[in-house]
């Protein structure tokens, strides 16, 4: 069982920048591949960036490539996503996921733990 508490979340101005972090508490941190999804009203959770188990590999969805970074400390069992330049369509409730390491990174399906999730939200 893996326990998953998101903060930093709030409200930023256009080009603006936030720092997310997941905090995880529970076995095993380290194996599992950890993702971030956002989900807008009315709108199916989308994913965001994903991170391997080890950090080496991380993935992003084409939206946030180049403004957005993935990382994580397992030492900490934290897991983080920068956020820069950020665009009034990034509005969202943003949430940290953990899943076992042969996962599809981008599928929401795939993974077996999931935050309560924070608003991320980028006025104009």
């Known amino acids: 069982q893996v326990h998953l508490e998101e903060s930093g979340g709030g409200l930023v101005q256009a080009g603006g920048s936030l720092r997310l972090s997941c905090a995880a508490s529970?076995?095993?941190?380290?194996?599992?591949?950890m993702g971030w999804f956002h989900q807008a009203p009315g709108k199916e959770r989308d994913f965001v960036a994903a991170?391997?188990?080890?950090?080496?590999?991380?993935y992003y969805a084409d939206s946030v490539k180049g403004r957005f970074t993935i990382s994580r400390d397992n030492a900490k069992n934290t897991v983080y996503l920068q956020m820069n330049s950020l665009k009034p369509e990034d509005t969202a409730v943003y949430y940290c996921?953990?899943?076992?390491?042969?996962?599809?990174?981008?599928?929401?399906?795939?993974?077996?733990?999931w935050g309560q999730g924070t608003q991320v939200t980028v006025s104009s």
């Open positions: 996921a953990a899943g076992p390491p042969g996962i599809r990174k981008s599928a929401p399906d795939d993974y077996n733990y």
């Open positions: 991170i391997t188990w080890s950090g080496g590999t991380t």
């Open positions: 529970g076995r095993a941190f380290s194996t599992y591949a």
